[in-house]
């Protein structure tokens, strides 16, 4: 059974979490798909950009499969976090620019899957947060770590410790959410996002998310040379040649990602 749903169009890898049974929450075997999903993406040059959302009204994910996780040993308990904490680096580093299309619930590890894009686009009035203390646990799969560094530590300590749910307009308030549509616009704002940035060049688009994402956690004089060697990725590209000469020729350049 499909516990993940995929589909590539137009330069988009589309990932649907499908449990929405249970509110698309993680079992194992969930995590496995995904990161089966994720590990193709990486290495597919006709996937420029990925969408990642919940299946059903009610849900992006709220997490562990806490029905699933009440019967596991401690030691399949780590499996399982390490797993989940696995899949979502592998998210977190896919070269492809990411979107979390947020379309309902979204606490702890659903939480954490969307922390793990570059971009978060939920409904409005949407809830979501790091819930895990409320259940004895702390977040596991980089919530601890990727929260503060998006939104500051004292506030997102405060979320952790708290284990406070927010709505999607407060989100957006502490610049955790990048924008709040109403239900029936979730994927139409999405996708202009999207093809926003796939107006561009993908090896640029690429080099330009490794340069962020690397100079962020070194300091200033080291993430500039980051940024000089991603920049010296771009010269020899065909996509650089061709906007030069669009530009010449006022059109807009075809881009094919070489």
Do not use: W
């Amino acid at each position: 059974m499909s516990l993940m749903l995929y589909e590539k169009k137009d330069f988009i890898g589309f990932i649907t979490l499908h449990r929405p049974d249970v509110m698309n929450a993680f079992n194992f075997e969930s995590l496995l798909q995904l990161q089966d999903i994720v590990q193709k993406i990486r290495h597919d040059r006709d996937v420029r950009a990925v969408l990642i959302t919940g299946s059903g009204e009610k849900a992006f994910s709220v997490g562990a499969d806490l029905k699933e996780r009440k019967h596991l040993s401690p030691e399949d308990v780590m499996r399982n976090v390490h797993k989940i904490g696995e899949v979502f680096s592998e998210i977190s580093e896919l070269p492809q620019p990411t979107i979390a299309a947020i379309n309902g619930y979204t606490f702890g590890g659903g939480m954490e899957l969307a922390l793990a894009c570059d971009f978060r686009l939920a409904v409005k009035g949407t809830k979501m947060g790091l819930t895990e203390t409320s259940l004895g646990i702390i977040p596991g799969a980089g919530g601890t770590q990727r929260l503060p560094r998006l939104i500051g530590e004292t506030k997102a300590l405060e979320l952790i410790l708290t284990a406070r749910k927010i709505t999607a307009e407060q989100a957006e308030q502490l610049g955790l959410v990048n924008k709040v549509t109403e239900s029936h616009d979730l994927m139409n704002e999405s996708l202009k996002l999207a093809n926003e940035m796939l107006a561009n060049a993908p090896i640029a688009l690429q080099q330009a998310k490794f340069a962020v994402r690397q100079g962020m956690s070194v300091d200033l004089n080291t993430a500039l040379k980051i940024e000089r060697k991603a920049y010296e990725v771009t010269i020899p590209t065909d996509d650089r040649k061709e906007a030069l000469q669009a530009f010449s020729e006022k059109r807009k350049p075809n881009f094919q990602g070489k």
